[in-house]
């Protein structure tokens, strides 16, 4: 009798454990490790864009909680669909599954990345009904205070030009000037002006990066191309060498697309 009442008693703590894992009937796989969602990677990692986007889109349909496809579908959306739109549904849906991940910054830079490009589509797609969740005023308003940041920045700029012109000018009109030991000649304004230390150009960004002590992929892509923005791109380059956005080990060299 000892042994039958054991067994009964060792299935229910199994399916009480069962229960908790799985609440409601809820599937216990992980969501990368569904089928569909390796699969979609191999499709991405062949260049099979569609075929991958379809696959996370099968996953999003079969889960309740989807983030990391709803992130995928919605970065293949924005930078190999061309379609915005899309692509801010997906980002926001990862943030209300992830409000407080680490990338939440990043994907919300993503969202205005794609709001911004939804703006220079709106003269040859006019708006549509479709895309009533789009907040025109609050991104009328975004724009704005970027365009004004942008203007403040140039008057600045203008300012030190003015003042470097201004040295220069009082130096040409020293009579008792001596050439320099090194034969070099006074700068003129707009030789001042060209060393004036500029933004890093995209175009002539490091091929590699090796990781530092206090490096997150924002501040790489701050580094290499001037905004933190591009970070996701550098993670795409490196999927074979990242098991996620902050596995980064000091020492350990990146590519940069």
Known sequence: MFLPRFALVASLFALIALSACAPNGLEVVGETDEKQYQLAKDYQGQGRTEEALSAFLRVIDARR????????AGYIYLNSMKDPVKAIYHFDRYLQFKPQSPQATQVRQLIETAQKEFARQLPAHPYQGE???IDLMELVKSLKLENDSLTRELAAAQQRVQQLENVVGGARRVPTAQPSVTGQRSRTPAQVQAVTPTTPDPASAPRSYTIKSGDS??????????TPSRWIDIYQANRDRLSSENALRVGQDLRIP
């Open 65 to 72: 909680d989807a983030p990391e496809s709803h992130f995928e």
């Open 131 to 133: 895309l009533d969740r």
């Open 217 to 226: 992929l924002s501040s790489i892509s701050r580094a290499v191309y001037g």
